[in-house]
């Protein structure tokens, strides 16, 4: 496979710079969705409601223009990066921007369970964990089950 048929994939996370009420969270879900069909970026948000956790795929040019919009963008404060890659193929889902509130489902372990099923294809362990850690945190009710150590929970 050459570098031109890789995907680049990023994942950050961030903090809000205020609280995001539920119209706002939808209006920027809107306008990420139009921009990123626009530029063949694809990829999956996780708010909270102070915090994002965001995996953006496409080509790097694309991918790294948007971080730079997102970087200037006031809602977002303290920006972490977790990846920067390229992977053989997306893995986030061919959606042009899935926005998922960890809390919109009153069924916490319901929620959990559809991330993990979202998250199916991801092959890096790192970033799943990020993932679902991300969302326990914001759902506090969510137990971690013990596992041995360096076992995998399902």
């Not at 530029?39 to 948007?66: C, N, P, Y």
């Not at 809602?75 to 919109?104: C, P």
Request: charged share 25%.
């Amino acid at each position: 496979m050459h570098m031109a048929d890789l995907v680049y994939q990023l994942v950050y996370i961030s903090h809000a710079s205020g609280p995001l009420d539920d119209a706002e969270l939808d209006r920027l879900a809107v306008e990420a969705t139009r921009f990123n069909a626009d530029h063949a970026i694809t990829g999956l948000l996780l708010h909270d409601g102070w915090r994002f956790i965001q995996a953006l795929e496409g080509r790097q040019s694309e991918v790294e223009a948007l971080m730079a919009r997102i970087e200037r963008d006031p809602r977002h404060d303290s920006i972490a990066y977790i990846e920067r890659r390229q992977v053989q193929a997306r893995q986030f889902g061919g959606w042009a921007m899935e926005v998922r509130r960890v809390r919109d489902t009153t069924a916490a372990q319901a929620f959990l369970d559809d991330l993990k099923q979202v998250l199916a294809a991801v092959d890096d362990h790192r970033l799943i964990a990020a993932f679902l850690g991300f969302a326990m945190l914001g759902r506090p009710e969510l137990r971690i089950r013990r596992a041995a150590p360096g076992a995998i929970i399902t």
